[in-house]
């Protein structure tokens, strides 16, 4: 599981050296490598260790016909922007300057970690989001309308 927000240099050459709070919490399997897309819904890249890409495609592939117009597209669309990647000898990961440019980085990155991913943010959009009111009223618009709580075991 991926936790904590981690500001990172990009170089000239699109490299970042890969956070080492989230090389511990990945656990040693850094060296499977990753998959890097462009994020779906939010102007940032997504990062998954190449075992949760795995787990992500079966998911896709139980409920995608590539028979189906429609289907075909989104399979076309979701993996064009995609790329494997894997850290070098001194734990830096090349990012594709295709997908830099898509999310418009400059010198530094954010890496937040998402349970199972890792967002990656160009830091000014990451300062600009919204704000903690903002997610309080998101909590409890998802959270709070439950019948069944959350509650501490």
Not at 51 to 77: C, D, G, M, T, V
Not at 101 to 119: M, Q, Y
Request: proline share 5%; with cysteine; glycine share 6%.
């Amino acid at each position: 599981m991926f936790i904590g927000e981690h500001i990172v240099k990009l170089d000239s050459a699109g490299r970042v050296l890969f956070p080492s709070a989230l090389k511990r919490q990945l656990g040693g399997r850094e060296q499977e490598g990753f998959v890097i897309k462009e994020d779906i819904f939010e102007p940032c890249l997504v990062l998954y260790p190449m075992h949760e890409w795995e787990r992500q495609n079966k998911i896709l592939q139980q409920k995608l016909n590539p028979y189906k117009r429609e289907h075909s597209r989104f399979i076309r669309q979701f993996y064009s922007s995609t790329a494997e990647m894997y850290p070098d000898s001194n734990n830096r990961l090349l990012i594709p300057k295709r997908l830099i440019t898509k999310i418009n980085a400059n010198k530094e990155l954010v890496f937040a970690g998402l349970d199972t991913k890792i967002e990656i943010w160009p830091h000014e959009t990451w300062k600009n989001m919204e704000t903690d009111d903002d997610f309080g009223s998101l909590a409890e618009k998802i959270l709070g309308q439950s019948d069944n709580p959350i509650t501490e075991e």
